[in-house]
């Protein structure tokens, strides 16, 4: 599927308005939400930098995958320069999308699988709590080790099980 973002200084409200499309059908886009920010506040959070703008746009309705808020704050940066434009359009297609995240998703040799299975059957076994933490951070050690990717995570994986059940 396609994505569509307008982006559309209002000078005369002080206001900026993104507004998110999707294809439905090939080249039949159909608005799918529209969020209204002030002025003043976009344009501080463009003084501030690329993340805190990213932060500014992102709202409890409208949260484009950070792949395309980038862009998407780099062009409300553009248009807030002294020769910049009143309005910009972006289009994104999630083939593209998954095709990134494909090329920076880890590998793990076949080694590496061997071995994480061979832990992942040890924490099945019963064992005593130092053991399983001993495990676990042997596992965590070995996952890492085995990761071909230069990309860091956004977040860690979170991979220990709740032992407190035992």
Do not use: C
Not at 83 to 99: A, R, V
Not at 130 to 159: G, M
Request: aromatic letters at 6%; a negative charge; zero cysteines.
């Amino acid at each position: 599927m396609r994505q569509r973002y307008m982006i559309i200084k209002n000078e005369k409200n002080s206001e900026l308005l993104i507004r998110e499309f999707a294809e439905l059908d090939k080249g039949l886009f159909s608005l799918l939400y529209e969020e209204i920010y002030d002025e003043n506040k976009i344009l501080a959070a463009t003084q501030e930098g690329k993340e805190s703008l990213i932060s500014a746009i992102l709202t409890n309705s409208f949260y484009p995958p950070r792949i395309y808020a980038e862009p998407i704050a780099d062009e409300i940066a553009k248009m807030y320069q002294p020769d910049g434009k009143s309005s910009s359009e972006l289009l994104f297609d999630d083939i593209d999308l998954f095709q990134k995240e494909a090329d920076i998703l880890p590998e793990i040799t076949e080694t590496g699988a061997e071995k994480l299975a061979d832990k992942v059957d040890e924490l099945l076994d019963d064992k005593p709590e130092a053991d399983l933490q001993e495990i676990i951070s042997d596992v965590k050690s070995d996952v890492k080790s085995d990761v071909k990717s230069d990309v860091e995570p956004d977040i860690e994986p979170n991979i220990e099980p709740d032992i407190s059940a035992s």
